[in-house]
């Protein structure tokens, strides 16, 4: 992927100001939940609405993807504020695998901190198990070399593992190596993942996992994952490695959301080695990710949804 594409994936990721109003209280619909390839990044808006939730119940997703601001978390940039009826959602739908994207991800967080934070929402939320330490840090990090990023990663394992070991409760937490920006000028395909192998496998052989994001084209549904190395690929069939991320890349030439990106996204997900498949995204605060929403500015479902939700695993 090209800079300019890898920026926007970025910009695409980065939750803006939200000025929803808030969400009343509202019956939280049973349901059993599809298998975890069957996912879905939860927007970053504050609150979801209720086409938001309209679009969970249609989805049923068997995995879900938020933000760390959503539960309560601090949010210095006041990006993302707590959501206590999507908390109410969570504690229903606790058969659903709920993975924690920790936020903010300018740059890194002191590791102890961040420590701090994961075993404090686990004891919040003892039924979410799976943390994402942080998201694309190689365009998302000033300054940022793949042996900053691997130490860091590093660090941030052995504090949480530290609590892991002492800390009533805390055992079943588990961490995702965070995931990198394919093609970004650091070149984590040719390069980062071989530079930092030892921080991976730190993960991998502890039973932790791997997050990954993948982009495609139109028609053209290519699995980013067959590039990276040759040591990785062996592993990815038999340790968590999460999709946290996908969809086709934002260039112009892809288009808008239609019925033919369903059913990319149901073709990737029967080919990709990742136990977990989450689209980006569910919905979006203001329409700022209109191209890639779910749900769009005005509340109306998109028909990829649809294909997902009644073709997808």
Known sequence: ?????????????????????????????????????????????????????????LLQPGAVVLFSAQLGDGDPLRWIGTDPQLQ????????????????????????RRLAQRIVQLHARFPWIH??????????????????????????VWWHVERYRRTHPGAADIRLLFPPLAQGSPLDPEGIGF??????????????????????????????????????????????PFFVTECGRRPNADNGWPDEALGH?????????????????????????FDQYDFVDRDGYLRPHLFVWGAWGP
């Open 194 to 239: 071989d530079a930092m192998r030892q921080s991976i496998e730190l993960y991998l052989d502890h039973g932790d996992g791997l997050a990954g994001h993948e982009y495609w084209d139109r028609a053209n549904v290519y699995l980013v994952e067959d590039r990276w190395p040759s040591w990785l690929q062996t592993r990815l069939h038999s340790v």
């Open 1 to 57: 992927m090209c800079v300019v594409v890898a920026a926007t994936l970025s910009f695409a990721c980065t939750p803006r100001i939200a000025t929803n109003p808030p969400t009343p209280s509202m019956p939280i619909a049973p349901w059993t939940p599809r298998p975890q390839l069957r996912g879905i990044d939860l927007s970053p808006k504050t609150p979801l609405g209720l086409a938001d939730y309209a679009a969970l119940d």
């Open 264 to 288: 990319e996204l149901v073709a990737f997900a029967q080919r990709t080695r990742a136990k977990m498949v989450a689209p980006f995204v569910l919905s979006s605060p203001g329409g700022s």
């Open 88 to 111: 109410r959602w969570l504690e229903a739908h606790q058969d659903v695998t709920q993975l924690v994207r920790m936020w903010p991800v300018r740059g890194p967080d002191e590791p």
């Open 130 to 155: 799976w943390f994402q330490i942080a998201n694309e840090p190689d365009i998302e990090w000033s300054h940022a070399d793949w042996q900053s990023i691997g130490r860091w990663s590093e660090a």
